[in-house]
């Protein structure tokens, strides 16, 4: 499995409480949020990776740049931006260290999303018809990735849209613009983010500490089922039997 889908599962399921002896703060706390780092080279992907970022995005680039990145990625997930292409070249984004791919758009070639050991995110954007809203969670991501969003404020409305990605129970991540507020990655913690895609760099290490302070997600309840009982069959009058029972009755009545 991808290393960036995995971890985005893990934020998504939350904390799992173990049983057994030993203090509660001995067991690791999966952070509320993933931060990832859209980079345009090694030294930069280094400086984000030392700030916090726990994944790193490019816009695009050759193999031979992607296998220079993926050294100083080391164990973090990196990722690669694609409009277009087929299987070889999704071998060949593999071969120089790829963990997943951005499909750009939903007109983008159908082959991208087959099935190639790489994580696949899907993005989509806030004008998305209320048609394709509704059948986007058929697509075959991974995870979604909401972009195209240029005001930084975060409103009741934008926080609406991210819950109905959220309901196609994949990991809904979120490309932050310019100026967005730290303060406001609580607001996409309640929408159900599980990411944030930032371009910022030199702000990562406020990312980060706003990351920190939330609390963990609670791996969601799953449903009680009820036990199934046995049916009771009741046995009924055989019709022979009712029409006897019917006849002495009309004698009765006769006499």
């Known amino acids: 499995m ?26 690791k706390k999966t952070p509320g949020m993933t931060i990832v780092a859209s980079v345009a080279d090694a030294a930069s992907a280094a400086k984000a990776i030392e700030d916090g970022a726990q994944a790193l995005l490019i816009g695009s680039g050759k193999e031979d740049q992607l296998r220079e990145l993926a050294k100083s990625a080391g164990e973090k997930a990196l990722g690669v931006r694609v409009k277009g ?24 070639p159908w082959k991208l999303l087959k099935d190639s050991g790489l994580g696949k995110v899907l993005q989509i954007d806030p004008s998305l018809s209320e048609t394709y809203l509704r059948a986007i969670g058929t697509a075959s991501a991974n995870a979604f990735l909401v972009a195209g969003w240029d005001d930084p404020a975060l409103t009741i409305q934008r926080q609406i849209f991210f819950r109905l990605i959220g309901m196609t129970r994949k990991p809904v991540m979120a490309l932050t613009p310019a100026g967005f507020s ?74």
Do not use: M, Y
């Open 182 to 255: 730290p303060k406001d990655i609580e607001g996409l913690w309640e929408a159900g983010v599980t990411a944030v895609v930032t371009t910022e760099l030199d702000r990562i290490a406020e990312f980060r500490d706003a990351v920190a302070a939330l609390p963990a997600r609670r791996k969601p309840r799953e449903e009680k089922r009820l036990p199934l009982l046995p049916h009771l069959a009741i046995k009924s009058a055989k019709p022979d039997e009712v029409e006897e029972e019917e006849e002495e009755e009309e004698e009765e009545e006769e006499q």
């Open 2 to 27: 991808s290393k960036l889908i995995e971890l985005l599962k893990r934020v998504t399921d939350g904390d799992v409480r173990h049983l057994g002896f030993g203090p509660a703060n001995q067991q």
């Open 85 to 108: 292409g087929d299987g070889e070249r999704l071998k060949g984004l593999s071969e120089a260290g790829c963990d997943f791919i951005v499909v750009e758009s939903i007109a983008s």
